[in-house]
C-alpha cells in the first residue's frame, strides 16, 4: 500500500493543524494507523496511533491537545495538534501496519515558528 500525507507547512505557534493521510489500498479497514514525526537531529518518534477498533493512543507531548482519527470509507487518516508549539516542528510520517508489514509514506513538513 501506498500512502500520501498531507496538510503540513508553516504555521505560527498557538495554531492548529490537521494533517491526512490517504491510502490507495480498498482495505484500508485491516490496517493499524500511526502518526510519527522526526524533528532536526532526534529520532523518529510515535504521535499518536489508532488500532482497527478505533483504540487511540498518544504520546505525552500532544496528549490533550491532538486527535487522530481515521475514515475507512474515504482510506484516510487524520492527525489534528492545537497549541502548537515550536517543539512540534518536525517531518510527520503516516504508518499503515498489516499482517506484520509496515508502510511508510514518504512525509511531510510542519514548522512552527513565528
Known amino acids: 500500500v501506498q500512502l500520501k500525507e498531507s496538510g503540513g507547512g508553516l504555521v505560527q505557534p498557538g495554531e492548529s493543524l490537521r494533517l491526512s493521510c490517504t491510502a490507495d489500498?480498498?482495505?484500508?479497514?485491516?490496517?493499524?494507523l500511526g502518526w510519527f514525526r522526526q524533528a532536526p537531529n532526534k529520532q523518529r518518534e510515535l504521535v499518536a496511533s489508532?488500532?482497527?477498533?478505533?483504540?487511540?493512543v498518544y504520546a505525552d507531548s500532544v496528549k490533550g491537545r491532538s486527535t487522530i482519527a481515521r475514515d475507512n470509507a474515504k482510506n484516510t487518516v487524520y492527525l489534528e495538534i492545537n497549541h502548537l508549539k515550536p517543539d512540534d516542528t518536525a517531518v510527520y510520517y503516516c504508518?499503515?501496519?498489516?499482517?506484520?508489514?509496515?508502510?511508510w509514506g514518504q512525509g511531510t513538513l510542519v514548522i512552527v515558528s513565528s
Open positions: 504508518l499503515g501496519t498489516a499482517d506484520g508489514v509496515e508502510n
Open positions: 489500498d480498498k482495505i484500508f479497514s485491516i490496517y493499524h
Open positions: 489508532i488500532t482497527t477498533d478505533g483504540d487511540t
